[in-house]
């Protein structure tokens, strides 16, 4: 992707953005009921965040998918413009691939954003897998990526394991701060109020503000200042 992809894009307002890049697994191992609960999870999510009049005019969605090849299947969008998709599930699990292009994406938006005077917070990277990664993925570049982002304050990513994840390579590749959060079950529904919950903490905030994030058993709090 280009440097210059959203430069043809006017902004629709001014308000402070916050970008979520979500980066689902969407492998063959997905098929059956994980698919029709996280297809469940995402509606859920659009419907508790858009009903928040702050956080529609200043929360952008991403998703970008991740199966034999990643596709971003929804630029980033305001997310009362939003129709969340229904997602299916096939081909194996090009997982660092995603990583990589999920980076790429935020770092692009944010020079939109700098581009078009809007100010931003820090965007999200929103990772759920259940499966493990492709031999042929560089998880070594993908592991020095998300760390270096992170410590840079460049975005925020927080890994989510469902099912038979393999929770060594995803410990592997997730920063200190936020280690991977295993799903028990299949709580797709839960984990996306607690998003919902926490962008919506993070969009009604004033810069000076320091933000801790509701609770979760795996997690503890995350504190964002």
Same mark, same amino acid.
């Given at each position: 992707?280009?440097?210059? &992809?959203?430069?043809?894009?006017? !902004?629709? %307002?001014?308000?402070?953005?916050?970008?979520?890049?979500?980066?689902? &697994?969407?492998?063959? *191992?997905?098929?059956? #009921?994980?698919?029709?609960?996280?297809?469940?999870?995402?509606?859920?999510?659009?419907?508790?965040?858009?009903?928040?009049?702050? *956080?529609? #005019?200043?929360?952008? =969605?991403? +998703?970008?998918?991740?199966?034999?090849?990643?596709?971003?299947?929804?630029?980033?969008?305001?997310?009362?413009?939003?129709?969340? $998709?229904?997602?299916?599930? %096939?081909?194996?699990?090009?997982?660092?691939?995603? +990583? @990589?292009?999920?980076?790429?994406?935020?770092?692009?938006?944010?020079?939109?954003?700098?581009?078009?005077?809007? /100010?931003?917070?820090?965007?999200? +990277? =929103?990772?759920?897998?259940?499966?493990?990664?492709?031999?042929?993925?560089?998880?070594?570049?993908?592991?020095?990526? =998300?760390?270096?982002?992170?410590?840079?304050?460049?975005?925020?990513?927080? !890994?989510?394991?469902?099912?038979?994840? &393999?929770?060594?390579?995803?410990?592997?590749?997730?920063? !200190?701060?936020? $280690?991977?959060?295993?799903?028990?079950?299949?709580? @797709?529904?839960?984990?996306?109020?607690?998003?919902?919950? /926490?962008?919506?903490?993070?969009?009604?905030?004033?810069?000076?503000?320091?933000?801790?994030? $509701?609770?979760?058993? /795996?997690?503890?709090?995350?504190?964002?200042?």
């Amino acid at each position: 992707m280009a440097i210059n &992809d959203f430069l043809a894009e006017s !902004p629709l %307002n001014f308000e402070q953005k916050c970008l979520c890049v979500l980066l689902l &697994d969407t492998s063959g *191992s997905m098929v059956g #009921e994980s698919i029709k609960e996280l297809n469940k999870g995402l509606e859920e999510f659009y419907y508790q965040i858009v009903k928040d009049e702050v *956080s529609a #005019e200043r929360l952008e =969605i991403c +998703i970008i998918t991740f199966e034999s090849d990643v596709k971003c299947i929804q630029e980033p969008i305001l997310v009362r413009n939003l129709k969340m $998709p229904t997602l299916q599930a %096939n081909g194996s699990t090009q997982l660092a691939d995603g +990583i @990589f292009q999920a980076i790429l994406k935020v770092e692009n938006r944010k020079h939109w954003y700098r581009k078009t005077g809007q /100010s931003y917070y820090r965007p999200f +990277i =929103i990772l759920i897998t259940d499966g493990s990664p492709d031999g042929d993925q560089d998880m070594e570049k993908a592991m020095f990526e =998300i760390n270096e982002g992170v410590n840079e304050r460049k975005f925020l990513f927080f !890994p989510v394991a469902v099912k038979d994840a &393999d929770m060594n390579v995803l410990h592997k590749i997730a920063h !200190p701060s936020t $280690p991977p959060m295993r799903l028990e079950g299949i709580k @797709f529904v839960e984990f996306f109020r607690w998003l919902s919950n /926490s962008v919506s903490m993070i969009t009604n905030s004033k810069d000076s503000d320091k933000i801790r994030l $509701p609770d979760t058993t /795996s997690w503890g709090q995350i504190s964002l200042d």
